[in-house]
C-alpha cells in the first residue's frame, strides 16, 4: 500500500512536533545537523562495578527531567522505617538537584515482600504533595537487593 504525498507530511509533522516537544531534535532529509536542544548529563556518582567499571549513574538530568537511581535502606528495621529512610534520601537528592518530591512524575517502588504494601503506604502516603506521581509498585523474586525491605527510584521534573 503506497502511502500519499499529504498524509506522509502529516505524519512528519506530527513526529517532529512530539519530539520538540520532548526535547529532541530531528533530522530531516538532507540535513546535515540535527537540533538537539538537551543532552544526558551525569550529576550523580557514576557506580563502579569490581573490575571499576560504570555500572550506573545514581543521577541523571536530561532537558528538564531527572532521573534518580533506586535508594534503598540498609539496616535494620521493618518496613516503616525503611521507607521513611528512603523517601527522606529521595527527597534530599531532589532538592540537590533542583527539583522536590512535588515535582516528581514517575516512581518505582519495589517490594522485599508484597506483604508490607498496606504498611509502606501508610509511610508513602502524602510526600509527593496533593497531586501524587504516577506509580507502579511489584515485589521482587529473590528480595531487593542490600537486604533493604524497599527500594524507590523515581522521574522529576526540574524549573
Partial sequence: ???????????????????????????????????????????GDVIKDEN???????????????????????????IKAHTKHVLDE???ELEKHGSSMEQVLKVNVYLHDLADYHAMNEVYRGRFG?????RTTVATYGGVP????????????IE
Fill in 1 to 43: 500500500m503506497k502511502m500519499n504525498t499529504s498524509r506522509r507530511s502529516v505524519f512528519k509533522k506530527l513526529g517532529a512536533t512530539l519530539a520538540a516537544s520532548f526535547g529532541f531534535g530531528v533530522a530531516h532529509a538532507g540535513s546535515t545537523s540535527s537540533t538537539t536542544k538537551s543532552r544526558k548529563e551525569i550529576v
Fill in 52 to 78: 571499576n567499571d560504570p555500572l550506573f549513574s545514581s543521577a541523571v538530568k536530561h532537558g528538564n527531567l531527572l532521573f534518580l537511581a533506586g535508594k534503598g535502606a540498609h539496616f535494620e528495621g521493618d
Fill in 90 to 92: 529521595l527527597q534530599k
Fill in 130 to 134: 496533593k497531586e501524587p506521581p504516577v
Fill in 146 to 157: 542490600g537486604d533493604s525491605l524497599v527500594e524507590i527510584d523515581c522521574i522529576a521534573a
